[in-house]
């Protein structure tokens, strides 16, 4: 004897579920209402933080409060390069830092008339993978900084990594407070210091991430050109 229950496969189920089509919400006064206020409520603020800051009213214009307000910039980013660089230690080496750190000294070797340069273009770590292409500045100034800061050699390297990613993020600084005021200026450097990935890449990405701060630094001295 059968039973005359069926029991159906949960996976045929769960495929007939997905292929419903999915009913919107309908369009009524109330969302678009509530759309077109939160869009002038975001288009307000980006006004206010990217207006000029010298075509506002200043309440004070002398005394401690234009010495302050001379000193905040320095002073966050002074005190953003020593958390930076005390994070820096914190951080692993990558898979290809070893052959990395090898490349520095070579070049070291390369610049100090230790090494050939046919010697120089025949090492393994030059030609491995897409090192050639990515450039040896940073490895260079590794090395350099190596032979100048005592401690472990890989928290020396990202020493000089995070300095780069302090140099993005005051650049970053100075481009939005050129074109769009302090306020800006301000915004675009917290933003920039908050975003997970770029920090992460600051202590020990010595490709992508100097290219793209001095990519910055070269279109904020690019643009700032009268």
């Not at 005359?4 to 495929?15: C, D, G, L, Y």
């Not at 004070?60 to 966050?76: D, H, K, N, T």
């Not at 898979?95 to 046919?118: F, H, P, T, V």
């Not at 020396?156 to 993020?169: L, S």
């Amino acid at each position: 004897w059968r039973s005359s229950t069926h029991v159906e496969n949960p996976r045929s189920a769960m495929a007939r579920a997905e292929a419903r089509p999915v009913t919107p919400a309908p369009i009524t006064a109330t969302s678009i209402r509530s759309t077109s206020a939160a869009i002038i409520r975001f288009l307000h603020f980006l006004a206010l933080m990217t207006s000029r800051s010298d075509a506002r009213p200043r309440p004070f214009e002398s005394g401690w409060y234009l010495v302050l307000a001379r000193a905040a910039a320095p002073a966050a980013a002074l005190a953003l390069l020593v958390v930076m660089i005390a994070l820096s230690r914190d951080f692993g080496a990558t898979w290809d830092e070893r052959a990395l750190q090898k490349l520095g000294e070579l070049i070291w070797d390369l610049y100090n008339g230790r090494m050939s340069r046919a010697e120089f273009l025949g090492t393994f770590e030059l030609n491995f993978g897409y090192t050639r292409i990515y450039g040896l500045f940073v490895e260079f100034l590794s090395a350099a900084a190596q032979h100048v800061i005592p401690g472990d050699l890989w928290v020396v390297r990202h020493y000089v990594n995070a300095v780069f990613g302090w140099t993005g993020v005051v650049f970053a600084f100075l481009m939005a407070r050129r074109f769009f005021g302090v306020r800006a200026g301000w915004l675009a450097a917290a933003l920039l210091a908050c975003m997970p990935r770029y920090m992460a890449d600051s202590m020990n990405n010595p490709k992508d991430l100097p290219f793209a701060v001095l990519m910055l630094a070269a279109s904020y001295y690019i643009l700032s050109v009268k």
